[in-house]
């Protein structure tokens, strides 16, 4: 099984500034088969990227995503107020895997 | 669009079986076009996939679970469904139903997920 780790755990920001957030895993990812979600309370999470780096459907560019191998990243440009949530990363290479969670919050 | 609904008791008893159906809309589960699955969320805690089935009946489970759940389709209601036997507290969480395209020979993560629904594991 393909464990996620991801960091930090919380991540404290203001609107207008850029997140970074990291997952890892603790073997290859085939393909690149890395996938973002955000989640807001009380409501099913939404895809944000899949293939590492390629935004889902309507997703603002706002949101990118790179890595490959082990070391993944999705990055929030410009930070706005919908912004704040939980990310999760999840690998579906090798059945599916999901990480702990970032939660994105406001500063 | 597909629209995803879960429904199924909202209390279930230790040791007994957890039963979920998940009604698809704008979509057909026969369609040879998506994978269809389920994912739950302990509360206050992370995702956790529970499994998944193809229009032909071909399923996978999380290695964790596979001794305990059974993912099933039924084409004339649209619906698939999902048992989880021999439950505890443990298994309490947010249960989702969620789809994900086929393209071959890619692998896609889901896309369409529908709200969710809370089942509680308690006497």
């Known amino acids: 099984e393909i464990v996620l780790t991801q960091s930090p755990g919380t991540l404290s920001l203001s609107p207008g500034e850029r997140a970074t957030l990291s997952c890892r895993a603790s073997?290859?990812?085939?393909?690149?088969?890395l996938a973002w979600y955000q989640q807001k309370p009380g409501q099913a999470p939404r895809l944000l990227i899949y293939g590492a780096s390629s935004r889902a459907t309507g997703i603002p560019d706002r949101f990118s995503g790179s890595g490959s191998g082990t070391d993944f990243t999705l990055t929030i440009s410009r930070l706005e107020p919908e912004d704040f949530a939980v990310y999760y990363c999840?690998?579906?290479?090798?059945?599916?895997?999901f990480g702990p969670g970032t939660k994105v919050d406001i500063k | 669009q597909l629209q995803l609904q879960e429904s199924g008791p909202g209390l279930v008893k230790p040791s007994e079986t957890l039963s979920l159906t998940c009604t698809v809309s704008?979509?057909?589960?026969?369609?040879?076009?998506?994978?269809w699955g389920w994912i739950r969320q302990p509360p206050g805690k992370g995702l956790e996939w529970i499994g998944s089935i193809y229009y032909s009946g071909s399923t996978y489970y999380n290695p964790s679970l596979k001794s305990r759940v059974t993912i099933s389709v039924d084409t004339s209601k649209n619906q698939f469904s999902l048992k989880l036997s021999s439950v505890t507290a443990a298994d309490t969480a947010v249960y989702y139903c969620?789809?994900?395209?086929?393209?071959?020979?890619?692998?896609?993560?889901?896309?369409?997920w529908g709200q969710g629904t809370l089942v509680t594991v308690s006497s």
């Open positions: 073997q290859s990812v085939s393909s690149s088969y």
């Open positions: 704008g979509g057909s589960i026969s369609s040879s076009s998506y994978y």
């Open positions: 999840q690998q579906y290479g090798s059945l599916f895997t």
């Open positions: 969620a789809s994900r395209i086929v393209v071959v020979p890619a692998a896609m993560p889901y896309d369409y």
